[in-house]
């Protein structure tokens, strides 16, 4: 492959979670990192009802109602399943995903991307954590492993495609949607997902009682 040559761009699967640094902290939380340094897509998915049986359980400080969509994954496999199936949806031709962060240029595992440069790339991966990283004392070899990974990945590069995703200073990131099926994930639209949520809200009110009750002889005017 001829590293002048433009194949597709870079996307990154970025997992956070402050398990093990916080107390009680139990989630994984995924971003999708665009083409563009600091452009990200937030990951949310619609809760089950053994999700919110988990939160009941586990974290009943705010408790999500099956239809809504959360942020919040139990699992790291979760979160990293997911926002592949998201990205698919916003992907271009030729476009390759990553797991790790966009501003890491050390060989990263690829997720998803043509067969040969999975098995290539992920080889190289893997003999750059056989090998300790830059912590195992064997730099030289290391280095040369991280030249070889520029060289493959140079085609792929996180140049813009023309897609706007987060503006610096707005407040939300935008947002991709997934609900579970029965062996994994699948995409939801914004309209999908509003209408999902919508259902939602409007049958967990439907189900309370909003009959006004009162004591005998109260009087609201205190007449």
């Not at 586990?58 to 109602?65: A, G, L, N, Q, R």
């Not at 240029?105 to 830059?134: H, M, T, Y």
């Not at 439907?206 to 009162?214: A, I």
């Amino acid at each position: 492959m001829n590293p002048n040559e433009f194949v597709g761009q870079k996307w990154h699967v970025e997992i956070s979670s402050w398990r093990g640094t916080s107390v009680g902290a139990m989630h994984y939380y995924a971003k999708l990192g665009g083409p563009e340094y600091g452009d990200f897509y937030e990951v949310e998915y619609e809760v089950t009802p053994a999700d919110t049986d988990l939160f009941l359980k586990w974290d009943s400080s705010f408790v999500e109602k099956p239809g809504w969509f959360s942020r919040r994954f139990w699992h790291e496999h979760e979160a990293i399943d997911a926002t592949t199936v998201a990205w698919a949806t916003v992907k271009g031709d030729g476009d390759i995903l990553l797991l790790g962060r966009g501003a890491v240029a050390d060989p990263q595992k690829i997720l998803s991307g043509p067969a040969d440069l999975v098995r290539e790339a992920n080889a190289l991966f893997d003999d750059f954590e056989l090998n300790g990283r830059w912590d195992g004392g064997r730099d030289g070899v290391v280095a040369q492993l991280c030249d070889l990974w520029d060289e493959l990945l140079a085609p792929y590069q996180r140049r813009r495609r023309g897609i706007e995703t987060y503006v610096p200073g707005h407040k939300e990131r935008p947002k991709l949607y997934v609900r579970k099926t029965g062996g994994g994930y699948e995409a939801v639209t914004q309209e999908d997902m509003e209408a999902t949520e919508d259902a939602a809200i409007a049958a967990e009110v439907d189900g309370v009682d909003m009959t006004l009750v009162t004591p005998p002889g109260f009087d609201p005017f205190g007449g």
